[in-house]
């Protein structure tokens, strides 16, 4: 079973990656089910591969409501294992009291919620966070199974947030499937949603509009550097949560560059994945990202990407020269858009050929999924 705190494809890529692991697992012949704090009547509910429990609605932004850890624990009940998706949600708490008292083992997906980029930037809610760890969180960790870290950066930096720290630490990998159908119409399909688009050179950011992800800094950066080519254009792809968004237009309405920028805001799956394939370079100037799902699905389009160093995943592409890294500052946004642009034709697409070649190699979900079934069964093999 899956334990996430809400299933809505709009609360980013960890939902997705969920939705994209149990797809395989259940193409495998394995049962897959998912809990989560919805409400039963959520209509993402239905897209789950699986049978999918809303133990919701709750009426806190805890997800807390009486009688959900009871709920959880009838549903595991016959389960081989549960595994959880991310932290300090109620969820994670009911989950280990489900499991234990149902004798089913545990393991756990931090999802970068333990990066210590959380408590520089949010103080009072680190000093919040330590008064529950103690009782909460951290013995939801130490009593797993397994915890499971996407790559070896969140790993490191999951020590750095509480000294009161203790877990059985498994860096397993995260991945996502190769885009499915024709590429040809994917892009097709694109320029015939966005005519304005087909001429241009596509600087894309897909992602959540969150301060989180930088899109301030690339908005900037993109105004330093527009100058060089009128073709180039920045494109912002995905949900504004945050209400965030009309006070980057009016930022780019004094940059200069409102008419260079478009917002295109949530787009169903096929256009994504024609936005991938008609962009020039993918960018993610982001202060905290764990894994970056849409960096992952740039690389799978053959696109390659320059991200922060703050995205976990950094040192994968650079080893792999599928792009190119930077601080998550504006200078060093500029400087990522600048190498790009001073790049001759040549050279962009030995970087195209590297970013497919990195997804193959390391991010591609069926080599991912392995390794989780090989894990699951070596952990659970090991209980009494």
Not at 39 to 59: D, I
Not at 102 to 128: N, S
Not at 190 to 206: D, G, T
Not at 298 to 318: D, F, H, K, T, Y
Request: net charge positive.
């Amino acid at each position: 079973m899956m334990c996430i705190r809400s299933a809505d494809p709009q609360t980013g890529g960890t939902i997705e990656g969920v939705v994209q692991t149990s797809r395989v697992l259940v193409n495998r012949g394995h049962h897959v089910e998912l809990a989560s704090l919805d409400s039963p009547a959520a209509p993402w509910l239905k897209e789950f591969p699986g049978p999918a429990h809303g133990l919701g609605p709750v009426r806190t932004s805890y997800g807390y409501r009486p009688g959900i850890e009871k709920c959880l624990e009838d549903k595991c009940r016959g389960m081989d294992a549960v595994i959880g998706n991310g932290l300090w949600q109620y969820n994670s708490f009911a989950m280990r009291h489900a499991c234990r008292r149902a004798g089913i083992p545990y393991f756990v997906y931090p999802h970068g919620m333990l990066d210590p980029w959380f408590k520089r930037t949010y103080p009072l809610k680190h000093i919040k966070k330590w008064l529950y760890w103690p009782w909460g969180e951290y013995p939801v960790l130490r009593d797993a199974q397994a915890v499971l870290f996407t790559c070896q950066e969140e790993q490191r930096l999951a020590r750095q947030s509480f000294w009161l720290y203790r877990a059985n630490e498994v860096v397993l990998g995260q991945g996502t499937n190769p885009p499915a159908g024709d590429p040809r119409q994917q892009r097709d399909a694109f320029a015939e949603k966005y005519p304005q688009l087909s001429s241009k050179r596509m600087v894309l950011f897909l992602g959540r509009i969150h301060p989180k992800k930088g899109c301030d800094l690339l908005l900037e950066a993109f105004a330093r550097v527009a100058h060089r080519d009128p073709s180039l254009h920045l494109v912002f792809v995905g949900p504004d949560q945050s209400g965030w968004r009309a006070s980057l237009e009016k930022t780019g309405a004094l940059l200069g560059v409102a008419d260079r920028v478009s917002w295109l805001g949530m787009i169903d799956v096929q256009l994504k994945w024609g936005a991938l394939r008609n962009a020039e370079v993918f960018v993610l100037p982001s202060h905290q990202d764990n894994f970056g799902i849409a960096v992952v699905e740039a690389l799978a389009c053959g696109l390659p990407v320059l991200i922060s160093n703050q995205v976990n995943i950094w040192r994968e592409i650079q080893m792999d020269q599928a792009g190119m890294v930077g601080p998550d500052d504006v200078a060093g946004t500029t400087k990522l858009l600048e190498d790009w642009l001073d790049l001759n034709g040549e050279q962009r697409r030995g970087f195209t050929q590297n970013a497919l070649a990195c997804f193959q190699r390391q991010f591609e979900l069926g080599a991912v999924t392995d390794r989780l079934l090989a894990l699951l069964e070596k952990e659970i093999g090991r209980r009494p």
